[in-house]
């Protein structure tokens, strides 16, 4: 079992910046990618951002140039940094590990005033 727990969300005006962190914890040793999904009210779940244990990185085409996604494998934490935030970007950020099943936190709330 793998446990995830964000910190990091919070309000923000248009143009601002946040950082989103991640940590791992019970059955680390099987995880490969870690990455952020992001959920907005009515909309289905969608993918923002992962990295692969060795670092390689994908980005959705509406974050592209805004948002940075990083790990520590040695302190298990997947990092989110998010500049340039728009109110588009207001949805509930949740972090996602596969560690040979999907395992997902319980989310943290961002929200882009205008």
């Known amino acids: 079992q793998v446990q995830l727990l964000e910190s990091g969300g919070g309000l923000v005006q248009a143009g601002g910046s946040l950082r989103l962190s991640c940590a791992a914890s019970?059955?680390?040793?099987?995880?490969?990618?870690m990455g952020w999904y992001r959920q907005a009210p009515e909309m289905q779940r969608e993918l923002v951002a992962t990295?692969?244990?060795?670092?390689?990185?994908n980005y959705a085409d509406s974050v592209k140039g805004r948002f940075t996604t990083s790990r520590d494998n040695a302190k298990n934490t997947v990092f989110l940094q998010m500049n340039n935030l728009k109110p588009e970007d207001t949805a509930v950020y949740y972090c996602?590990?596969?560690?040979?099943?999907?395992?997902w936190g319980k989310g943290t709330l961002v929200t882009v005033s205008s």
């Open positions: 990295v692969s244990r060795g670092g390689s990185t």
């Open positions: 996602y590990a596969w560690a040979g099943i999907n395992y």
């Open positions: 019970g059955s680390t040793f099987g995880i490969s990618t």
